[in-house]
Structures are given as structure tokens and as C-alpha cells.
């Protein structure tokens, strides 16, 4: 991410947009000089811990932008005081602070290949959505979504050439290869595809397996990345993340 100065902004409202996402508008003075367009790039939060004498540092992304009223809105996949950054969403009112740093850059699909592929768990879901929010009316191919319950799916407006297929997880912190045995069962399109992904590590690991050694894709047409790896902190998963890819070609 490239140097910025924190800004402090304001909680404006929140909303719950399913049982297990919360969506939290932020604005405020400071907000003001943030680049433009900034849907899909990510932020660096600095969560206030219970004690308030320390913080931690949590990733989200943009979901929406709307610079001409100065708000952003980020939505936040919650489980209760499971993990800090729920834990502040689930309690968070208008008024409170937060820090933030950022933004960085944006990921999305390259919108003229063939054929265009979106996968990830519900950490990925906001990034997800923005990616499928511009799809061009002709978009071939498919978006594999891992959510906790069904309750937990989201209404988009996709073209009728491109599937959007739900796959129900209630126990994601458990091993599982949910994503990518959907994955395997749908066609395999002609052409060029483009692919983003985004999940657990362990998970993100066989899909970029799956898309290098089985389909054969180039490198250069695949983004793929882990949120999270199950067990660790997000400070943990960052050093396995980083080993992880330069141990890999």
C-alpha cells in the first residue's frame, strides 16, 4: 500500500445487509483529499482494542464510494466478539471513530477476456460484489460465492449469460474443499478466461493449483489470494502469506 496519511472518520450509519454482514458507512473532514473511485480497493482499519490503550490492524475493502458525499461504505462479515474487527462492527454507532490508512490498489477482472470467473468465501464477498456490479451486459461465466447460511446471499443484477452459484458453509473455520468441488462441476467455457479469487489460504492454494496444473491458465490471467488462514491472526496469516509467495513460481 502506498504511503498515506491516517485520517480519523466518523461512523455514520449502519446497516445489517444479512445475518452475518454488516455494512458500516464512514465519512467525515478528513475523508476529504481521498482519491476518487476507490470501490474495490482495500484500507487498512485501526481497530480500538476493549482496553483502549492498543490496536490492531485489519484489512477490509472499499465496497462503495460516494465522493461527492464525502462516505465509503465497508461491510463487515460479523461473528459476534469472535475476532476484533467483528467485535467493533457489531457494537459500532454513529459517532464512533476509527483510523484508517489507505486506500490500495484495486484487483478486479479484466472485463474483455472471453470469459470471466469470480470465486471466494464471504471475506471476499464486498470485492466480490464490486466486481460483479460492473460486469459488461455480454459477460460469459460464473461466480462461486461461499457464504455461511442462504440467508447470507445478496441480490445482484448480472447478465443472463453469467451464473452466480452459492455454495453454504456453516463451518468455514473447519478444512473443506467447498469452493473448488463447485468449481470443478460447471463447464469449463472456451476462450480466454479472466479469474479472481479470494478466500482461506488453504482453499486459495488448491484453486491456484486447479487454475496453473489442471486448466492450464496463464499467470497472467489469474488473481488469486488469500483473506485469511484458519488458526491464525491476521498478523500471522500476513507471514505466511508473504513466504508462501516466494517460495512460489
Not at 491516517?6 to 478528513?30: D, F, Y
Not at 479470494?198 to 482453499?203: K, P, R, S, V, Y
Amino acid at each position: 500500500m502506498p504511503k498515506s496519511t491516517p485520517r480519523t472518520l466518523t461512523v455514520i450509519r449502519s446497516h445489517q445487509l444479512t445475518p452475518n454482514m454488516k455494512r458500516i458507512t464512514l465519512g467525515g473532514a478528513e475523508l476529504e483529499g481521498f482519491p476518487a473511485d476507490q470501490e474495490s480497493a482495500y484500507i487498512k482499519l485501526q481497530i480500538p482494542a476493549d482496553n483502549g490503550e492498543s490496536q490492531v490492524t485489519r484489512t477490509y475493502t472499499v465496497r462503495h464510494h460516494r465522493d461527492e458525499l464525502n462516505e465509503i461504505d465497508v461491510d463487515f462479515m460479523v461473528h459476534g466478539d469472535s475476532g476484533p474487527a467483528s467485535a467493533w462492527a457489531t457494537r459500532a454507532q454513529p459517532g464512533d471513530l476509527i483510523t484508517i490508512a489507505g486506500p490500495g490498489g484495486k484487483k478486479l477482472l479484466d472485463f474483455s477476456a472471453d470469459w470471466l470467473v469470480l470465486v471466494g468465501d464471504m471475506t471476499a464477498l464486498p470485492a466480490i460484489s464490486v466486481n460483479l456490479e460492473q460486469l459488461p451486459a455480454h459477460a460469459r461465466g460464473y461466480a462461486v460465492i461461499e457464504i455461511l447460511h442462504e440467508s447470507d446471499m445478496q441480490a445482484f443484477g448480472t447478465p443472463e449469460t453469467f451464473e452466480i452459484h452459492w455454495v453454504t458453509n456453516p463451518a468455514p473455520e473447519k478444512e473443506n474443499t467447498h469452493l473448488l468441488d463447485k468449481l470443478k462441476q460447471l463447464p469449463w467455457l472456451e476462450g480466454t478466461p479472466s479469474i479472481w479469487a479470494a478466500c482461506e489460504f488453504n482453499t486459495m492454494r488448491a484453486l491456484r493449483h486447479y487454475f496453473k496444473h489442471e486448466r492450464n491458465v496463464d499467470k497472467q490471467s489469474v488473481y488469486v489470494s488469500s483473506y485469511w488462514k484458519r488458526g491464525l491472526s491476521e498478523e500471522e496469516h500476513k507471514k505466511v502469506k508473504r513466504t508462501d509467495a516466494e517460495t512460489t513460481a
